[in-house]
């Protein structure tokens, strides 16, 4: 990927997302401590899923909101 290309999908990325500052002292969820504050930021701002190929957020049972593969977001949400 060349700087322009990192460039642009940075500003794509940009546009279609909310930018909000990482939670300071998240409550301790799952097995990673620093994987706390993505659940913190997922509950704060009410997403469905965290999408993502991390394993102690995937492996993580009754997690909420649950933590889905891209594969399985793209199913779930009727996506291509």
Not at 39 to 51: N, W
Not at 58 to 69: K, S, Y
Request: with cysteine.
């Amino acid at each position: 990927m060349t700087v322009l290309e990192r460039r642009q999908a940075d500003a794509v990325l940009r546009a279609a997302a909310d930018m909000l500052p990482d939670p300071v002292a998240p409550p301790a969820v799952v097995r990673d401590p620093r994987d706390d504050y993505l659940v913190a930021l997922a509950r704060a701002t009410r997403v469905d899923a965290i999408i993502t190929g991390d394993r102690d957020l995937l492996d993580h049972e009754g997690l909420e909101p649950p933590a889905l593969t891209p594969r399985a977001a793209c199913e779930r949400f009727g996506l291509p």
